[in-house]
Structures are given as C-alpha cells and as structure tokens.
C-alpha cells in the first residue's frame, strides 16, 4: 500500500481559540495605574515633644474648608494661583542667606526655604479628596519649580547641562540611562538640601 | 465556438484568513505583557482624582493597597451610601487597619519591612474624614511610607 501523507490539521477555528484568550485576558485584567504623589507620614512620637517655635512669618498657611473653598494666609484664593504664590512665599529669601532666590526679600514673608520656610496645609474633615489632591500637587508643583530652577542653574557646573530636576530623577532612575549616576545623585542630593519639601499637615 | 467562453464570474476571491490568528495571538500576547490580573475586586466606586506632579510607584518595593470610595450599588442596600474602606476583597472599619498592615508585613521578606509602601487608592468623591482616620491608624502601625494613587491629568479636572 502506498504510504499515505497525514492530513492536514484544520486550523480554521485557531482564530477563534485565540479570541476567546484575548477576550477573557481583556475582561479579567487591568493595565496598571501606580502612580501618585508620594508622602511621607510624621511618626507617632511617645515622648511628646515640644514643638519647635516657627515665626509667623516663616508659615505658609493653607486651609481648606468643608465647602472646598481655599484659603492662603487668610485670604481665599483660586486653586490655580496657589502655585505661584506658594513660588513667592518660599523664593522670597527674607533674610538673605538663600544664595540662589530671587525673591522680593519682603521682611514680612519668609526667611529662606532651605530651613526657614514650613507650609502648613489644613483639611477639615468634609473637605473633598478630589480638591486636597489638587492642593496637594500644587504644593510639590511649587517645590518643584523651584527644584527645576536651581537644577538648571547648578546642573551644568557638574556635567549635566540643560537638565531640569525632574529630569534629573527620570534619568536616575531609569535603568538604561549611561551616565555617571555617582554625580548625578550628588547633585539631586545637594538640590533636595537646598529646598527640601517642609509641608506640614495639621491633625 | 469554444474560444469565446465566457469567463466564469467568480465573483471576489475569498480573503486568505490564514494570519488571522497570529494578528489575533499578538493582540493577546500584547495584553498578557501590559496588563495585570485585577488584584481585588472592587466593591466601591474608584475613580481616582487626576494630578501632573507624579512619581511612578516603585515596583521593585513591596505595595500594599488600600481602597476608599462609597459602596457600589448592590452593597448601598447594606453598607449605606457614605464613604467606606476595602481591604483585600471585603469592606473594613477603621480599626482593620492596624491588623491589615501587620498581615501584609508578615508576607513579606524581613529586609523588605520598612521598604513597604501603602498606596491609597480613594474615590475623588470621598472626603477627607476617612482619609484622615486612615492615615492617623497607618501612623499607628508604623507604616509611614504613603502614595496617594493618582491618575495624570492637570488638576482642573477635579472640579466638577
């Protein structure tokens, strides 16, 4: 008997097979959504310390009451120019030690935001998520700012020119990136010195 | 008069399928590399507020969610129309908190403790009661390192 050739499988309904995977990974799984703003919580302290006295003027108070209105310093204000009057208040370099500000040096706001300048951010408990988050990211937004500033200023003199700080982190972290890590954390280092985030939420 | 037969009209010849299944296995793998499993199911309403000054969540650290939004409408009958937790897969009370993050550290190798982050995924609609309560019980079990989940967007379009 001749020998006959297998035939040939039908892969007519592969397709379908396939579909039905694709389907059931496109109902059961989500592309993830990781990220946001990062905090850090103050711990709880057993000894209770006295807090350290902070001038008036070194305060950046922000308040949020149960109806979402915004309040800077005493007065309401719009969420989209808390940004710039946060800049204001910590480039304001009232007692002049602050080498890189351009501040007004208005005597009655802040003394330098390397260790004199807090933000204070109050919520009450009706206060919407949705409005602290927007507070909340145009607070690090102002820091940042600042941040930027300064990272484009000192960046060059360390090897790393026309690099916001922003962009300094991204290239920190990422993997891929070939140049001298060393030197980069340095600076991001000597920036985060500089301007740290001092954002204080009251209980 | 052979010569001048008609041409039979066949009409379209048929599309050849035959790579329709690596398109479609493709499109599959695709989704099986970018995505991943829902890692709870969700019994609240999560529509995260949006913001634009983000960092990515580290993935290489330990994460711990914690969801906060009002129930869905199949629990409103049972658990009410305010704001409520989930943890895991079930609704908690403000005290779970505490034995939650103790769980979710026993999981966990020992050098990576204090490296746990807990990003808290909070419908934009709830208030900042409930927010407030959990991250004064994170306080307490000494989970300090938090992430308020965020999608990407200017923050203008929180109003609404």
New interface residues.
Partial sequence: MAKRAAPEVNAGSMADIAFLLLIFFLVTTTIPKDSGISRKLPPIDPNEQEPPVIRQKNIFTVALNGKDQLMVEDKLMEIKDLRAAAVEFLDNNGDGTCSFCKGKRDPESSDNPTDKAVISLKNERETSYATYISVQNELVAAYNELRNRRALEIGAEHGFPNMNFLEMQARYDDVRWGGNKEKLKEVIEQIQLEIPQKLSEVQ | MAKFNKKKDGGLPPVN??A??DI??M??FF??V?????PNTLKIANN??V???????D?KNP?SFIY?GKPSENYTAKFGTEARIQVNDDFADVSDIVPFINQERAALREEQIPYL?V?LK????????I??DV??E???A?A?????????GD??A??D
């Avoid at chain 2, 913001?51 to 969540?57: D, M, R, S, T, V």
């Avoid at chain 2, 909070?122 to 009661?129: L, Q, T």
């Avoid at chain 2, 300090?144 to 990407?152: C, F, S």
């Fill in positions: 399928t035959a329709l299944p479609v296995f499109l599959l989704f099986m970018a995505t991943e499993m829902r995260l507020p913001a634009n000054q983000i960092e990515k969540l993935k994460i906060i982050t990003s909070v419908d934009k609609k709830a208030n900042m009661g927010v407030g991250k004064q994170l306080r307490k000494n300090l390192k938090i992430n308020y989940t965020t999608g990407t923050v203008s929180n109003e």
